[in-house]
């Protein structure tokens, strides 16, 4: 019994790191995407018909953020992942 709960034990505290890190990862993007959102309504209100060489590297630096945060969205693992086999001479529930 000690030994199922150490288990328990050791894979919650994984678990909630695991969680902890995937937070911290989607707060990064909301921020990011905010941050965007700003500097696009920036380039909007003050930009003319024509682009001049600030506005151009403004844009360039919009496009770039705006991959970084797809390509941050991207990696994150939406997967479920597959249940845990079952402890030698423990039986599943409902068998």
Do not use: C, H, R, Y
Request: aromatic fraction near 2%; glycine fraction near 4%.
């Amino acid at each position: 019994m000690k030994k199922i709960m150490a288990s328990i034990a050791s894979n919650l505290s994984t678990t909630q790191a695991n969680l902890a890190a995937a937070q911290a990862s989607l707060a990064n993007i909301v921020a990011g995407v905010a941050a965007l959102d700003t500097l696009i309504q920036s380039f909007e209100s003050g930009s003319t018909s024509e682009l001049n060489p600030t506005d151009q590297a403004a844009l360039n630096s919009i496009v770039a953020q705006s991959a970084a945060l797809a390509a941050q969205a991207a990696s994150i693992n939406t997967a479920a992942p597959a249940p845990p086999a079952s402890p030698s001479g423990v039986k599943p529930s409902g068998s």
